[in-house]
């Protein structure tokens, strides 16, 4: 059964360090999503993006985050300078189309120290 | 700004037993989701709910939806442990494609 796959599944920086956390969504989806979770609490949206370009962000997804599709299959998030409120759960989804079911990765757990 | 509410946010109960968890959102939305976590581990979608009145089950859990009065609920019918985990609803509306999530319901199922 296809599936998201996440890469690292953790992830320890120093502060101020630039992460690249790498999802592959699934091969016939058309949009892409990442969230946040920081251990215990809620799930947060962060961006969603389709056709190449961001759809919806967040207030969280600042000018710090920036997401790329470099290929045909690669999803990344680019943290370019993390902060210690930066540590959580990063999960990559991916749906069919809008509106639908959303797949999740595994995660990524970010930790900056 | 769409709300998600869920109750309770705990509860512990024992195996054999029934319970109900809520889930309340402050917008109009065709569409809820239900998901499953573990601790530690990602997201697994249990229930997709994309009309009024819809009704799914899968095993020992139901999910309904009443877009009127804004509440889904999640149905568990004799718990059994390996149901013990966080349970998720999250809503996406007509107006953006992001799920806003309820703050989970902590599920813990004693022998």
């Known amino acids: 059964e296809p599936e998201v796959t996440q890469t690292p599944s953790h992830q320890v920086t120093q502060m101020g360090q630039e992460v690249i956390l790498r999802c592959v969504p699934i091969?016939?989806?058309?949009?892409f999503y990442w969230y946040r979770q920081i251990l215990g609490q809620k799930v947060e949206f962060l961006v969603s993006?389709?056709?190449?370009?961001?759809?919806?962000k967040s207030e969280i997804f600042d000018d710090q985050f920036s997401v790329e599709r470099p290929d045909g299959s690669n999803f990344t998030l680019k943290i370019r300078s993390t902060k210690l409120e930066d540590s959580a759960m990063y999960f990559c989804?991916?749906?069919?189309?809008?509106?639908?079911?959303?797949?999740f990765g595994p995660g990524t757990r970010l930790t900056v120290l | 700004e769409l709300k998600v509410e869920q109750n309770p946010l705990f509860l512990s109960m024992q195996e054999g037993k029934n319970y109900t968890i809520y889930c309340n959102y402050s917008t109009t939305s065709d569409r809820l989701y239900w998901y499953r976590q573990d601790p530690g581990k990602s997201l697994e979608s249990l229930f997709v709910?994309?009309?009024n009145g819809a009704v799914k089950q899968e095993g020992r859990l139901m999910a309904s939806l009443d877009t009127k009065a804004r509440l889904s609920t999640l149905h568990i019918t004799a718990a059994v442990h390996d149901l013990s985990a966080t349970y998720f609803c999250a809503v996406d509306t007509d107006s953006n494609y992001q799920l806003i999530w309820g703050a989970g319901t902590k599920l813990i199922i004693k022998p």
């Open positions: 993006f389709y056709n190449n370009e961001i759809s919806e």
């Open positions: 091969s016939n989806h058309l949009y």
């Open positions: 989804a991916s749906s069919l189309n809008a509106y639908n079911e959303q797949f």
């Open positions: 709910l994309l009309s």
